[in-house]
C-alpha cells in the first residue's frame, strides 16, 4: 500500500477530508455545488415527451449551472421505479428529475402501493400541462361529441372506445359518461397501456374513439377529428376543439374533468428542506435556463413546453390533481 | 407513387455531399460491435452515438445513425452464429441453425450466408419503402388487435415445440415461456405475478432472460470440450469459404425473399418489430421446407430466412417512422428524438414537404448495404477468431460480458439477477432435455399473444362471433390451418410412402 512520508495511509487522508466536507457548514458546501457532472432523471424510457424534454433543456441548464448536464433514462412501472431511485440519492443536488409528476406520482401511490407520499417531491417548474383529448378517425363518421354521445345513449355497445388503463383520460372519460347517463361497463372499451399504442389505434380507425393525451396528437394531427379538450381553456394544438366547461354548460351539467401530465423539472422535497442554498442555486439556474431566449426557441421549434410558472404556482397545480386523484380513486382502481 | 423529380434531387443531395459520406463505414462499425455484445441492443448503440449527431448536419446525422440501426442489425446475428448466444433479441432464430453449422465447423458458411442475407434483406426492404413507404404505412395503422393476435399465434403454431424431440417436452417449455411472459401489470392494468417486486412490474427483463436461458444452456453443454469446433481442421477461418456462404444465399432467392418480405411487414407494426419478425421468418422456412426435420441440425436456409427478416424489419420501421411519425420500438424512437434535435418533426407533413430528403435517406441505406458486404465480411473474419480460442478462456468471458450488457440494458441488478436466475432454469431444462428455445419463443411471443387477445375481447364486448367482422384475421387465420394442414397432409403420405417402400423392400 502506498505510504506518503508522515506514515499516514491514504485511506485515513481521505475519511479525514471526508469528514471535514461533512463537517463544513451546509453554505460553503453550497458554494462548492455544483463542483461535478449533474445528472438528469428520466423515469421513463428514451424518446417520450419527458425523454424529449430532458435532451433539449440540458444543455441550457448546463450553461446556467456551469457543469455538464446528463440525462439518465430509469424507467419502468409507470414512473414509480425511477422515482423510488431519486429520493434514495444522497441530497447533494446532482440528481434532478424531467418526469411526469402528475399524474404518475399520485396515480403510482393509488393504484399501485408505491413507497413514497405526494409531499416528497418538489416542483420545481411544470411548464408542460397536457390535457386528455377525445378523438376519432377521419374515416369515422362522428362530426363532434354529441355525434358520440347520442350513438352510446342508443346502445352503449354500438362504439368502442380506447383508453389507458388507470389515468386521467380513464377518469374523465368516466365522468364524461356519467353525467350523461351512459353506463360505463357496458360500453366496449380497449385499454392500451401506453399513449402511442392508444392514439395510433385512433388514428388508424381501429376503435371507434380514443382518450388519451393530446400533445401527443400533434404529429397524427392530419389523421384525426379531435372532438372535446377536457381543459378550462382550449388546447393550443386544437384551437377549435370545445372545451368539456363549454360542452358541459351547454348539456346542462356541472362540467368536472382531471388534468393529464404535469411535467417538468422535479427535486425530492428533502433536498429543499436540508440543503436551502443547493435548492437556491438550481432553483435559479432553471428559471434562468427557461427564460434564456435561445432554449424557448429551441424548444419551441421541437413542440416542447418552456413557460415558467415558479415552483408556488407548478407545486399547487401538482398538489390539486392529486387530492382531484384521491377523489376519484375508485375509478382509477377500478381497472377497465 | 415515386416522385422521379424528388428521387433526381435526392441523388444530387447525396452527390454533393461527402459528409453523407464519411459516417457510413463508422456507423456500420459501432453497430456491429454493439449489436454482437450480447445483451446491448441496437437502440442502446444509437442512443450513445445520439448526443454526437448534434454538431452534424441533418443529413449526416441521420445517414450516420441509420448505418449504427444497418449495422446492429446483422451484428447480433455474429455471437448467435458463433456461440448460440444471440446478441440482440432480433437474432434468436439465427442460433436455430447457425450455431450447430459453426459446431460442426461450418461457422464461415454459416456467417457468410448471414451476412449476405442480411444484405439483401436490407436492400429489399428500401427498395419495398422507395415504391410504398405510404400505403404500407396506411395498412399497418390500420392493424388491430384480431390482425396481431392472429400474427402471433401464428408464430406460436410453428415454433411452439422448436427443437425438441418430444412434443410434450416441447410445448411445456414453451408453456412456461408464456406464462413467464405474462409476468408484470397486462394492458387493462392489472398485476400479475410481480411478487411484489416492483421491477417486475413491466414484466421479466426479456433480454436478460434471454440471454442467460441460451448461454447457460449452450456453454454449460461445453463444459468438458477444449474448443467450440471439435475437429481442427475445421477451425481454420477462410475468406473463401464465408464467400461461398454468402453466394449460396444467392441460389436459394425464394428463401430470402419471402424471409425479406415477412420482415418488411411485421417490422412496419409499431411494437412488434424485429425479433418477432425474425421467429416467423424461420418458422415459415422450416415449415415449407419440403424436409422440416433437417431445420436444427445446421440447415444454412434456416440462417438464411432468420437473417433476411431481422434485417428488412429495420425498412419496415422505418416506414412507420417516417410516413406516420410513429415509432416502433426503441430505435426508431431514438431517430426520431434526433429528427428533433434538428428541429425536424417527423410524420405525414415531413414527408410531403420533403420527399428529397427522404428519398436521399432510402438510397443512402442501398449503399449501407453494399458496404455492409464489405465491412461485414472484414468483421466476420476478425470475430471468427472466437473458434480459435480455447473454451476455458472464452465461456468465462462470455458470461463476464453477458453479465455487464444484461446490467447494461436494464441500469440495475435486475438485468443480472434475472440473467442469473434464469441461467440456472435453462441449465436444468436442457440438462432434462427440454427445449430451451421454446422457452424463449414463448417469452417473445407471449406478451404480444396475450396483450392483443385481451384488446380483441374487450372489443368484442365478450362476444364470440365478433372475429367474423376482421377479414383480415380471418385470412392470416384461413391461411395459417392451410398450411398446417397441408404440411400435415404431405407429412403423413411421405411417411406412407417409406412404410410402402419398406414393406415392399421386406
Known sequence: MLKNKTGVSRRLLLGAAGAATLAAPATLRAQAYPSRPISLLVPFATGGYNDRLARAFAPFLSRQLGQPVTVVNRPGGGGMLGHTFALQQPMDGYTLMITSAGPYIPLTILTRNARFAVEDFWMVNLPSRDSTLMATSRDKPFQSVTDVLDALKRDPRSLVVGVQPASADLVNLTLLFRAHDIDVSRVRTVTYDGGGPARNATAGGVIDVGFVGGEGFLPLADRIRPLLTFSDERAEGFPDTPTIMEHAQQAGFQGEYLDGSQRGLVIPTRLKDEQPAIYARILEATEAATKDPECVSTLQGQQLATRWYGPEASNRAYLEGASLMQRFADILRGGA | ?506
Request: hydrophobic fraction near 55%; include cysteine; aromatic fraction near 8%.
Open chain 2, 1 to 506: 407513387m415515386i416522385d422521379l423529380a424528388a428521387a433526381g434531387s435526392a441523388i444530387a443531395m447525396l452527390a454533393g455531399n461527402p459528409q453523407a459520406w464519411i459516417w457510413m463505414i463508422p456507423g456500420l462499425v459501432i453497430g456491429l460491435v454493439f449489436g454482437a455484445l450480447p445483451g446491448i441492443s441496437g437502440s442502446m448503440a444509437l442512443a450513445l452515438v445520439l448526443p454526437a449527431t448534434l454538431y452534424m448536419d441533418f443529413l449526416p446525422a441521420i445517414i450516420f445513425l441509420t448505418s449504427v440501426f444497418t449495422g446492429a442489425g446483422f451484428g447480433g446475428s455474429v455471437p448467435a452464429v458463433l456461440m448460440g448466444i444471440p446478441g440482440t433479441s432480433a437474432a434468436v432464430a439465427t442460433t436455430f441453425d447457425g450455431y450447430p453449422m459453426s459446431r460442426q465447423g461450418r461457422h464461415n458458411e454459416a456467417l457468410g450466408a448471414a451476412l449476405i442475407a442480411s444484405c439483401i434483406g436490407v436492400m429489399l426492404s428500401y427498395a419495398v419503402l422507395f415504391v410504398l413507404v405510404q400505403p404500407l404505412a396506411e395498412v399497418v395503422l390500420r392493424m388491430g388487435p384480431f390482425e396481431m393476435a392472429a400474427i402471433g399465434i401464428w408464430g406460436l403454431v410453428l415454433l411452439g415445440s422448436i427443437g425438441s424431440s418430444s412434443l410434450a417436452k416441447g410445448l411445456f417449455a414453451a408453456a412456461i415461456g408464456v406464462l413467464f411472459g405474462t409476468v408484470g401489470m397486462n394492458t387493462a392494468g392489472y398485476i400479475r405475478g410481480d411478487m411484489g417486486v416492483s421491477w417486475l412490474l413491466d414484466g421479466v427483463p426479456t433480454i436478460p432472460a434471454m440471454v442467460g436461458l441460451l448461454a447457460a444452456s449452450q456453454l454449460f453443454a461445453l463444459v468438458n470440450t477444449r474448443f467450440i469446433v471439435a475437429n481442427e481442421e475445421d477451425r481454420k477461418i477462410s475468406l473463401p469459404r464465408i464467400l461461398a456462404g454468402g453466394a449460396s444465399v444467392l441460389r436459394r432467392p425464394v428463401t430470402v425473399l419471402r424471409g425479406a418480405l415477412i420482415g418488411a411487414g411485421i417490422g412496419a407494426v409499431p411494437g412488434v418489430g424485429a425479433s418477432i419478425a425474425n421467429l416467423i421468418s424461420y418458422g415459415e422456412a422450416r415449415r415449407s421446407d419440403p424436409e422440416p426435420e433437417s431445420f436444427g441440425q445446421g440447415n444454412v436456409k434456416g440462417v438464411m430466412a432468420a437473417e433476411a427478416a431481422n434485417s428488412s424489419s429495420e425498412g419496415g420501421s422505418m416506414a412507420t417512422m417516417l410516413a406516420l411519425g410513429i415509432p416502433g420500438g426503441g430505435a426508431t424512437a431514438i431517430l426520431l428524438a434526433a429528427f428533433a434535435m434538428h428541429n425536424v418533426i417527423g410524420g405525414p407533413r415531413f414527408m410531403d414537404e420533403n420527399r428529397d430528403v427522404v428519398y436521399a435517406i432510402i438510397m443512402s441505406n442501398f449503399a449501407q448495404a453494399v458496404l455492409l458486404v464489405v465491412v461485414g465480411t472484414a468483421f466476420v473474419f476478425v470475430a471468427s477468431s472466437v473458434v480459435r480460442m480455447p473454451l476455458r478462456y472464452l465461456i468465462p468471458c462470455v458470461l463476464v460480458i453477458s453479465t455487464m450488457g444484461a446490467f447494461a440494458i436494464e441500469g440495475s441488478h435486475a438485468g443480472p439477477l434475472t440473467l442469473c436466475v434464469f441461467a440456472v432454469l435453462g441449465w436444468l431444462m436442457a440438462r432434462n432435455g427440454y427445449p430451451v428455445a421454446a422457452i424463449v419463443v414463448g417469452l417473445l411471443l407471449g406478451k404480444l399473444i396475450e396483450t392483443e387477445m385481451l384488446r380483441a375481447w374487450q372489443m368484442a364486448g365478450g362476444e364470440w362471433g365478433e372475429f367474423l367482422n376482421h377479414p383480415a384475421a380471418l385470412v392470416i387465420g384461413a391461411l395459417m390451418a392451410v398450411s398446417l394442414i397441408w404440411s400435415a397432409w404431405r407429412d403423413w403420405r411421405r411417411a406412407r410412402a417409406r412404410r410402402v417402400a419398406a414393406s415392399a423392400a421386406s
